[in-house]
């Protein structure tokens, strides 16, 4: 049988981390009921190779699964954010996804 896999975009508005926090919170609270995971997506210039081999060696200190090399999976939406923030304030591209199983 085949695996399918739906992943639904979730976007966070940055600049305004404090306004969405506690939709943050809800969203983490929900996430351990039903035992999601979310899904960081980023692509960073290759002038910054040094910077990529800091987001990853972060993403691994936190125990985040590799599913390609710009692709993690992890429970922690929040501190998954501020991977991203990171991201895009050096002039990179970050989404953070929720994941979904719609069929096993």
Same mark, same amino acid.
């Given at each position: 049988? %085949?695996?399918?896999?739906?992943?639904?975009?979730? @976007? *966070? @508005? =940055?600049?305004?981390?404090?306004?969405?926090?506690? %939709?943050? !919170?809800?969203?983490?609270?929900?996430?351990? /009921? *039903?035992?999601?995971?979310?899904?960081? $997506?980023?692509?960073?210039?290759? !002038? /910054?190779? #040094? &910077? @990529?081999?800091? *987001?990853?060696? +972060? /993403?691994? +200190?936190?125990?985040?699964?590799?599913? !390609?090399? #710009?692709?993690?999976?992890?429970?922690?939406?929040?501190?998954?954010?501020?991977? $991203?923030? /990171?991201?895009?304030? =050096? %002039? %990179?591209? $970050? *989404?953070?996804?929720?994941? @979904?199983?719609? &069929?096993?």
């Amino acid at each position: 049988m %085949g695996r399918y896999l739906r992943i639904e975009i979730t @976007k *966070v @508005k =940055v600049k305004k981390f404090k306004d969405t926090q506690k %939709g943050i !919170q809800k969203l983490e609270w929900c996430s351990k /009921l *039903v035992n999601l995971s979310f899904i960081i $997506a980023f692509d960073i210039p290759s !002038q /910054l190779k #040094s &910077f @990529k081999l800091n *987001v990853n060696r +972060r /993403l691994k +200190r936190m125990k985040a699964e590799m599913i !390609q090399r #710009s692709l993690w999976k992890h429970e922690n939406l929040e501190e998954l954010i501020r991977i $991203a923030t /990171l991201i895009k304030n =050096v %002039g %990179g591209k $970050a *989404v953070i996804m929720e994941e @979904k199983f719609i &069929f096993e």
